[in-house]
């Protein structure tokens, strides 16, 4: 039975009219404290999606308390699964009796990490329908390099009526890949299908995030037979089945974390992120140091002393891991808004994830846009303003951008902020922040 949490915040709207739910944010104050990073959306999502292919009780910890869970977590109550979540970390999942095979449209079309449910689906049933995620407010969200890799299986794939993908195989058969650029997206949902396919599966060109390497690491605990996650190439020997009643705990949230370290930096600060993974941070770390902030690495924590004058640091290029990450990408230009100098920023992951800059520049921020690349060039200060968060990463920008300036801000968009932050303004006051939820 599902006892997902009580959304108090919604009930809160309904009773307040047509408020619309906003952060009032007093900025200026230098944040100091300690804040604890949960487990990480982009492995928790994901490996929601995997506990189909064991039929049979999973417990996974550190499951952030986020608006995509629930989201997940209904999609697999909706196909038959069994799902305990109280946003306390910990989600109990039943698949025993999942049986269907078409995904609801009104659910998936929330997030786009259900497509991840494919691959899992045609491994334990034969067949998938799944609505195509659709357009995203970042960027185009193109599937063919999953269903490539679909086909690779033996899969047949076709695109049905009313925007669904069908996906079906008597048997998964194993099959090589190269993907033709890397994709996150598709290197998991592949692997999924794979772990269940006759013989072995080599994938090429895959994606190497921490949080692919998770979704193996759950997999093989499971029983499947995936070695060389974590490198450029996958390999995939079939097993007939996977085993369930495992406990697995996911890895810490690098995005969260350095949204964090960011906030201690940008108020000039001093902020501990506890359970952050140094390691997946390098070459976040690396442009943070190069702005001149002051970083010490503990057993199991990353502490920021915020520097001022904030250093440019000549150029910021997305790229898949190791590069800088693309979720990083808004709310480091919200630091570099207030350096002392120019940085070249440019989006090589997504085509349209600069939609935030103009409400930074609406709050004073300098901007000379082209295309995917932005020339940001500092300023001595921010001044709060009325702000409407596009996407999750635009909103940490914005809040970061609101925590830094002058007088007082407002932070629309928490319907994004709330699908990737968990309990931000509760973590940023307990560090001294003035920040309030209304609506
Ligand atoms: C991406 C990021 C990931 C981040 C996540 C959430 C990369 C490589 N991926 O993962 O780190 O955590 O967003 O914001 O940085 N593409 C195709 N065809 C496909 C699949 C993808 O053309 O079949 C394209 C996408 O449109 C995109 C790029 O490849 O431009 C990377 O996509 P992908 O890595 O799959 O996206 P996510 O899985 O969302």
Redesign the pocket.
């Known amino acids: 039975m599902l006892t997902l949490k009580d959304n108090k915040n919604k009930e809160n709207n309904k009773k307040n009219g047509n408020n619309r739910p906003k952060l009032i944010i007093k900025g200026g104050k230098a944040l100091k404290g300690v804040i604890a990073a949960n487990g990480a959306k982009?492995a928790a999502l994901p490996i929601m999606a995997a506990s189909i292919l064991a039929s049979g009780k999973i417990c996974l910890q550190k499951v952030p308390d986020i608006s995509d869970v629930e989201h997940m977590a209904r999609i697999l109550q909706f196909m038959g699964a069994e799902v305990q979540y109280n946003g306390d970390g910990c989600f109990i999942v039943d698949t025993s009796n999942f049986s269907k095979t078409r995904a609801p449209y009104k659910l998936v079309k929330k997030l786009?990490a259900s497509f991840d449910i494919t691959g899992a689906m045609v491994a334990r049933f034969g067949e998938a329908h799944v609505p195509l995620p659709g357009g995203c407010v970042i960027?185009?969200?193109?599937?063919?390099?999953?269903l490539e890799g679909f086909r690779a299986l033996g899969c047949e794939v076709e695109q049905e009526p009313g925007g669904f993908i069908s996906v079906k195989a008597r048997k998964l058969v194993g099959g090589r890949v190269h993907f033709r650029?890397?994709?996150?997206?598709?290197t998991k949902n592949v692997m999924m299908a794979a772990v269940l396919a006759r013989g072995k599966t080599i994938l090429e060109n895959v994606?190497r995030?921490p949080?692919v390497i998770d979704l193996a690491n759950f997999l093989n605990c499971c029983g499947a037979g995936i070695t060389g996650h974590g490198t450029g190439r996958i390999e995939i020997q079939g097993v007939r089945k996977l085993y369930p009643d495992i406990e697995y705990e996911i890895i810490p949230d690098r995005i969260e974390s350095a949204t964090y370290l960011l906030a201690g930096a940008i108020t000039g600060g001093e902020v501990t992120v506890r359970n952050a993974e140094p390691e997946y941070l390098k070459t976040f770390l690396r442009k943070m140091r190069k702005a001149g902030q002051d970083i010490k690495i503990g057993n199991d924590y990353i502490r920021i002393t915020g520097v001022k004058p904030i250093q440019s640091v000549g150029a910021i290029i997305t790229e898949?891991?190791p590069g800088f990450?693309?979720?990083l990408q808004p709310p480091m230009t919200a630091l570099l808004s207030l350096s002392n100098g120019t940085t070249l920023v440019k989006e090589k992951?997504?085509?349209m994830r600069f939609s935030y800059i103009d409400e930074l520049r609406r709050m004073g921020a300098d901007f000379q846009m082209d295309g995917n690349t932005v020339i940001v060039r500092g300023v001595e200060r921010l001044l709060g303003a009325p702000v409407e968060a596009p996407d999750i990463r635009a909103g940490g920008a914005l809040i970061l951008a609101a925590l830094s300036a002058e007088g007082k801000s407002e932070v629309y968009g928490l319907n994004f902020i709330d699908r990737g932050y968990e309990k931000i303004e509760e973590k940023l006051r307990e560090i001294g922040a003035d920040i309030e939820r209304v609506g």
């Open positions: 982009n786009n960027g185009t969200r193109a599937v063919d390099m999953h650029r890397t994709s996150v997206g598709a994606a995030e949080e898949p891991y990450p693309t979720d992951i997504f085509n």
